[in-house]
């Protein structure tokens, strides 16, 4: 498995911006898809974005779509989500995930798919 560390999160007021940072080792980081998920208290960890293993393909769900934009650096062995136009309903732990895969083009939207995760950086989105 390949080893995550989030980072980025915060406190920002409602109609700001953050961007995560995930940072991967241990493993070759570009043969993983990547996820982002988040996770607020009581409720289920919920997806956010994903991203293939090229970063040439991209998904979102419908509550964050045009807002938060998931890219990927292998170089650097690191995948970001960009959070702009943030809401109070935004609050969560974000967690990122990783699962190896020989298909270049797939990405992934479910928590059950990815085997590797972070331990997660807390955002606060105040009103």
């Known amino acids: 498995q390949v080893q995550l560390v989030e980072s980025g999160g915060g406190l920002v007021q409602a109609g700001g911006s953050l961007r995560l940072s995930c940072a991967a080792s241990g493993r070759t980081f570009s043969n993983y898809a990547m996820g982002w998920f988040r996770q607020a208290p009581g409720k289920e960890r919920a997806f956010v974005a994903a991203i293939n293993r090229s970063g040439s393909t991209t998904y979102y769900p419908d509550s964050v779509k045009g807002r938060f934009t998931i890219s990927r650096d292998n170089a650097k062995n690191t995948v970001y989500l960009q959070m702009n136009t943030l809401k109070p309903e935004d609050t969560a732990v974000y967690y990122c995930?990783?699962?190896?895969?020989?298909?270049?083009?797939?990405?992934?939207?479910?928590?059950?798919?990815?085997?590797?995760w972070g331990q997660g950086t807390q955002v606060t989105v105040s009103s």
């Open positions: 995930a990783g699962k190896p895969t020989i298909q270049r083009s797939s990405f992934y939207f479910s928590p059950n798919d990815y085997d590797s």
